[in-house]
């Protein structure tokens, strides 16, 4: 991952090279892509693409644990802290079964953005966040904290962006509600410079347990 500053601060943009792919050429898939029906719509707003009210945040407490079953997504969630040169760590490149947290940034399930991010695949295959792109409107998004409560988030729309486009405030930018973004990369695929975008869900909290 690297990172891009704005007036907000610090934000990250998960970097793939898909050796996957690279290794095994056309025997390796691209990981799915979300349709157009699943991006915003004109005017549908943070929450107009489920159409689920929005529920009261929670208060802060990290997350352990994330599942999203729509695509079989079940994994623990580590806390990511900064690279030397200030770009996000991210998890382990050799376990494809982990997500990470910002540890310095919104608690998933407190009033804010919260970010969590994973690979797409590593050397060895498919990882965590393989198939975000396939996710649609609706599905719903677990996210297990410290605390011992589950904020449960309804998906509200799933988008790719090239790496020169990212909009920053679009993904990253708070509407007072308590939100969360799930991003991995995707988009176009290079043998040479690896995978070009990045695959975003978008989703607001509607329950907890």
């Known amino acids: 991952m690297t990172d891009r500053r704005t007036k907000g601060g610090l934000v990250a943009i998960a970097v793939c090279t898909g050796l996957w792919l690279i290794q095994n050429g056309a025997e390796g898939r691209n990981p799915p892509q979300p349709s157009v029906a699943e991006a915003f719509t004109a005017g549908s707003g943070h929450t107009g693409g489920s159409g689920v009210p929005p529920t009261d945040a ?36 050799g376990n494809r079964n982990v997500a990470g947290w910002y540890r310095d940034g919104t608690p998933p399930g407190t009033r804010g ?47 790719v962006y090239d790496y020169e486009d990212f909009p920053e405030q679009r993904v990253y930018g708070a509407n007072g509600n308590a939100e969360l973004r799930v991003i991995t990369c995707g988009g176009a695929f290079s043998p040479k410079t690896g995978y070009r975008a990045n695959v975003v869900a978008y989703a607001h909290l509607t329950g907890a347990r």
């Open 58 to 93: 929670l208060r802060p407490s990290e997350p352990v644990r994330i599942r999203i079953p729509a695509v079989r997504v079940d994994a623990p969630v580590m806390r990511l802290g900064l690279a030397r040169d200030g770009s996000l760590d991210v998890p382990p490149a």
């Open 113 to 159: 953005t919260a970010i969590i991010a994973g690979h797409v695949d590593n050397a060895q295959g498919p990882a965590v966040f393989y198939n975000l792109g396939a996710l649609r409107k609706g599905d719903t998004i677990e996210v297990d904290r410290q605390d011992g409560r589950t904020g449960v988030f309804t998906i509200d729309a799933i988008e």
